[in-house]
């Protein structure tokens, strides 16, 4: 199993998702650390622990990609990856020690499979969140909660290669386009329940902490999985494309309950006229109910799209 860690400007941070690798109770290992043209003692720190750390069975590649963006560095280490199977994960998070040897053991179990997934926690302060359960039809399920995150699946390398790997022109959301090409090859996947991974956000994430500081990088994540979804040639496409729709409108009710209403209308509207005609009361529902704080209103209107 190999695992990539791209890294930006986290000297401290990193070391610690670092030590949670090394804890690690399966071997062997092999860990790609990509440093994002760090402009701090990142990479110095890396390289000290990779000197202090490496073993025959808990092997670490220390390479750096200057192209910023943590999809070009994902797609560097991906390039360096020759282990049948591999799996993601970021500089500021943490790994359970459980994690890789449940993996492994389930894919011993069924060797046929192309992804093994689980859900991952969370820490918001004193709250932790768990995120969806993989269950149901996986496709919309990831185009509606991306339950396929960067940091919740591990995957045949061939298998995320033929997908087309790592876009590196998707700013944002790029764990979901990623997740909907996997799941337009309509793989074959067993998911854990329980969550294998702990999330520590940070103000200065890829994705941040508000929708409204990065607007117009969301937008161009479901743009461009409306374009795959043209090309798929599926037979519910049209469906998938209600759920994106569904989705812009989820989004301008984020943006508005951020205070940006001139952000959240042309959105909106845009939803409103991308959507049949009989669908749009649909639409309106789900805007309304999520920008006034309340959740679940695919549960409520997806069977609907």
């Known amino acids: 199993m190999s695992i990539v860690v791209p890294v930006y400007n986290r000297p401290n941070l990193v070391l610690r998702c670092l030590d949670s690798l090394k804890a690690q109770t399966y071997r062997p290992l092999h860990?790609?650390?990509?440093?994002?043209?760090?402009?701090?003692?990142?990479?110095?720190?890396?390289?000290?622990?990779?000197?202090?750390?490496?073993?025959?069975?808990?092997?670490?590649?220390?390479?750096?990609e200057s192209q910023k963006g943590a999809t070009y560095a994902r797609g560097t280490g991906l390039r360096h990856v020759k282990t049948d199977k591999v799996m993601f994960f970021d500089s500021d998070d943490e790994m359970k020690p459980y994690c890789v040897f449940s993996i492994m053991?389930?894919?011993?179990?069924?060797?046929?499979?192309?992804?093994?997934?689980?859900?991952?926690?969370?820490?918001?302060?004193?709250?932790?969140?768990?995120?969806?359960?993989?269950t149901g039809n996986l496709l919309e399920m990831h185009l509606v909660h991306s339950i396929f995150r960067t940091l919740g699946y591990a995957?045949?390398?061939?298998?995320?290669?033929?997908?087309?790997?790592?876009?590196?022109?998707?700013?944002?959301?790029?764990?979901?386009?990623t997740g909907s090409r996997i799941m337009m090859l309509r793989p074959k996947v067993k998911a854990f329940r329980r969550p294998l991974m702990d999330i520590h956000p940070q103000s200065d994430s890829i994705t941040g902490l508000s929708y409204s500081s990065k607007h117009g990088c969301?937008?161009?994540?479901?743009?461009?999985?409306?374009?795959?979804?043209?090309?798929?040639?599926?037979?519910?496409?049209?469906?998938?494309?209600?759920?994106?729709?569904?989705?812009?409108?989820?989004?301008?009710?984020?943006?508005?309950?951020?205070?940006?209403?001139?952000?959240?209308?042309?959105?909106?509207?845009?939803?409103?006229?991308?959507?049949?005609?009989?669908?749009?009361?649909?639409?309106?529902?789900?805007?309304?109910?999520t920008k006034r704080g309340l959740r679940g209103a695919f549960y409520i209107v997806g069977k609907f799209l």
Do not use: C
Not at 43 to 64: A, C, G, H, T
Not at 162 to 169: C, L, T, V
């Open 218 to 289: 969301w937008e161009m994540s479901l743009d461009e999985i409306d374009k795959t979804i043209e090309k798929s040639g599926r037979e519910d496409k049209q469906r998938l494309h209600n759920i994106i729709t569904y989705r812009r409108a989820i989004l301008a009710a984020d943006y508005a309950k951020e205070g940006h209403l001139e952000l959240a209308q042309p959105l909106y509207e845009q939803a409103l006229m991308e959507i049949p005609k009989e669908k749009r009361p649909l639409i309106r529902f789900a805007y309304n109910w």
């Open 31 to 64: 860990v790609i650390v990509v440093d994002n043209a760090s402009t701090d003692e990142t990479y110095s720190n890396v390289n000290q622990w990779r000197k202090k750390n490496n073993s025959d069975d808990f092997r670490i590649e220390l390479l750096s």
């Open 155 to 177: 995957i045949k390398t061939e298998f995320l290669r033929k997908a087309g790997g790592w876009r590196g022109d998707i700013p944002t959301w790029n764990d979901l386009e």
């Open 105 to 134: 053991k389930l894919w011993e179990k069924y060797p046929e499979i192309d992804m093994v997934a689980w859900p991952v926690a969370t820490h918001k302060g004193n709250k932790i969140e768990i995120s969806h359960s993989i």
